[in-house]
C-alpha cells in the first residue's frame, strides 16, 4: 500500500513553536492549488502506483488545510480524484484525512466536508484545553472552541476524529497536563497524537527562550507528563502505538504507519516529501518558487539515493518509535552480514540497561526505553 499528502501551507499566523513550512497569508492560494493539480499530474506515476502499490490513504496537512473554503476544497479534490480508476482509489477503503483548526470548523464547514468530500477522518488541532496555555503558544482559538469542535464534527457524523495535544508547554504541571487529558477522553475521540513540546532553532519559541522570556518545565518534569500519558490513556483503553500516538482499537493512524514502517508515499506541495523505497524527494520550500517551477515543468524537488547503512538506520529509528519493536528477522532478511553483526553486539548493553525486553524474534521498549528512545537509535546506527 502506497500514500498520498497534499500539504497547504497556509495560516491565519504563525503559532510560535510550529517549524512546518507555512505563510500567514491568504496569497496565491488560487495559484496554490493550480500548481497542486498539476504536479499531480506531472508526478503521478512517481512511485509506479497500480495494483502492485494501491493508494490507501490520502492525508491533507499544513499548514491549515480548513483556511481552504469549500469551493477551494471541491476543486482539490475533483483534480485528484479523476484519476481515481487508473489508481484503483477505493474511496470506502481508504483513510482520507483532513486537517483542521478549531476556528474553522462551524456546523456548516463540518457538514460540507461530511457530505460533499470523501473526507473520512478529522485530525483537529486542539494543543490544549487550557486557554492559558493556547495563549503562550499562540492559537487562536480558544479552549471552549476546542471542545465544541470536537463535538460539532461528531454531530454532523464523524465517527474517526484525531486531536492533537502538546505536553511540557509552559508553566504545565502534571495536574495540569491530566486535566487535558481528562477533557480529551471525556470527547471520546478515537485518536490522541500527544507530543512534547519541542523547541526548533528558527522559530519564535526558541527566540523567546533565548532571550530568557519564558521558561519550560525541565527534562524530569517533561518525563513525568509523558509516563502520565502513557498510564492515563492506556488505562482509558487507548492502546499506545507509537512514542507520541494513541489509539482506540481499530482507529491507528494508517496514512502516519506508512511513514513509521517505511511504506512509499507521494508528497504533494511546496516543502512535501516523497519516498518510493529507493530514493527520498522533498520539494522546494517556497510556495511562488513552487508555483514557477511546476508551471514551467521545471524540476521542483532535490532527492536522496538511500544506501544500505541508510535503510537500516531508517528502519532503526522508526523501530525504536513504534510498538511492534525492532524485528531481528527483517535485519537479517534485508541487511549485510556486516550490518546484521553490528547490530546484535549492541544488544546485549541496551538489554543489561534496561532499555529492551525481547519478545519471540522482536526487541520491544521498556518504559525506561521509551523515555530514552532516540539515545537508543543512535546506539544502534551505522
Request: charged share 25%; with cysteine; proline share 2%.
Amino acid at each position: 500500500m502506497s500514500g498520498l499528502y497534499i500539504h497547504i501551507p497556509f495560516c491565519r499566523q504563525k503559532c510560535l513553536y510550529c517549524d512546518f513550512y507555512s505563510l500567514a497569508t491568504k496569497e496565491s492560494k488560487k495559484a496554490y492549488l493550480e500548481a497542486l493539480a498539476r504536479e499531480w499530474q506531472q508526478r503521478k506515476n512517481d512511485l509506479n502506483w497500480g495494483v502492485k502499490e494501491p493508494i490507501k490513504t490520502i492525508y491533507i496537512g499544513g499548514g491549515t488545510p480548513s483556511s481552504l473554503d469549500k469551493e477551494e476544497v471541491k476543486y482539490l479534490f475533483s483534480q485528484i480524484l479523476k484519476d481515481k480508476t487508473l489508481f484503483h482509489l477505493n474511496l470506502e477503503e481508504m483513510e482520507i484525512t483532513f486537517e483542521a483548526n478549531p476556528e474553522n470548523l462551524t456546523y456548516e464547514y463540518l457538514n460540507f466536508l461530511k457530505t460533499q468530500t470523501p473526507i473520512n477522518r478529522l485530525s483537529i488541532g486542539i494543543q490544549s484545553f487550557c486557554d492559558d496555555d493556547l495563549k503562550a503558544i499562540g492559537r487562536r482559538h480558544s479552549a471552549l472552541q476546542a471542545a465544541d469542535s470536537v463535538q460539532l464534527a461528531q454531530k454532523v457524523g464523524f465517527k474517526n476524529i484525531s486531536i492533537d495535544l502538546i505536553f511540557a508547554l509552559k508553566d504545565m504541571n502534571k495536574e495540569r497536563w491530566e486535566e487535558n487529558l481528562r477533557r480529551a477522553t471525556e470527547l471520546k475521540v478515537q485518536h490522541i497524537s500527544a507530543y512534547c513540546l519541542t523547541v526548533e532553532k528558527g522559530t519564535m519559541l526558541n527566540t523567546l527562550l533565548e532571550k530568557g522570556k519564558i521558561t519550560l518545565p525541565n527534562e524530569i518534569e517533561q518525563e513525568e507528563q509523558f509516563l502520565l500519558t502513557d498510564e492515563y490513556l492506556t488505562k482509558n483503553q487507548y492502546e499506545h502505538y507509537e512514542t507520541s500516538n494513541y489509539a482506540i482499537e481499530g482507529y491507528r493512524s494508517q496514512h502516519n504507519s506508512l511513514y513509521w514502517h517505511n511504506k512509499p508515499y507521494l508528497g504533494l506541495g511546496a516543502s512535501a516529501h516523497s519516498f518510493n523505497l529507493s530514493k527520498r524527494r522533498w520539494n522546494v520550500a517556497n510556495v511562488h518558487e513552487y508555483i514557477e517551477s511546476v508551471n514551467q515543468n521545471k524540476t521542483i524537488y532535490e532527492e536522496e539515493i538511500l544506501t544500505q547503512k541508510d535503510h537500516y538506520n531508517e528502519y532503526i529509528l522508526s523501530a525504536t518509535r513504534i510498538k511492534e519493536g525492532i524485528s531481528t528477522s527483517y535485519i537479517r532478511e534485508n541487511f549485510s552480514q556486516e550490518i546484521v553483526s553490528h547490530f546484535l553486539l549492541q544488544i546485549p548493553q541496551l538489554l543489561q540497561n534496561n532499555l529492551l525486553q525481547p519478545h519471540g524474534d522482536q526487541y520491544l521498549l521498556t518504559t525506561k526505553g521509551m523515555l530514552l528512545s532516540n539515545q537508543i537509535a543512535v546506539s544502534l546506527f551505522l
